[in-house]
């Protein structure tokens, strides 16, 4: 079991930025993969960047340029630092990973933390 906690969402105008912190617990020596996702109002949650641990990092289109993710080992906590934040990436943000136990892979979500960008 992997216990993830965000925190480090709130409201910003346009323009302005804002990190996210994911806090992983338990057992995380299985991580993979660690991600975050977003869910606007009304629309399905989309993949916003993803680390492959000891790989690359994956981003989405409408983030390349604007949104870093990084991970503190030490600390078991993954990060998103986002700038230039646009009305459009408002949205809940969650935590991600995927825990491989054998050849059973798992994912574990956090419970979302809100961003929400004025125009």
């Known amino acids: 079991q992997v216990q993830l906690v965000e925190s480090g969402g709130g409201l910003v105008q346009a323009g302005g930025s804002l990190r996210l912190s994911c806090a992983a617990s338990g057992d995380t020596t299985c991580i993979s993969v660690m991600g975050w996702y977003r869910q606007a109002p009304g629309k399905q949650r989309e993949m916003v960047a993803r680390i492959i641990i000891g790989g690359d990092t994956d981003y989405a289109d409408f983030v390349k340029g604007r949104f870093t993710a990084s991970r503190d080992n030490a600390k078991n906590t993954l990060y998103l630092q986002m700038i230039v934040l646009k009305p459009e990436d408002t949205a809940v943000y969650y935590c991600?990973?995927?825990?491989?136990?054998?050849?059973?892979?798992?994912?574990?979500w956090g419970q979302g933390t809100q961003v929400t960008v004025s125009s």
């Open positions: 991600n990973v995927e825990c491989g136990i054998g050849d059973v892979l798992f994912d574990y």
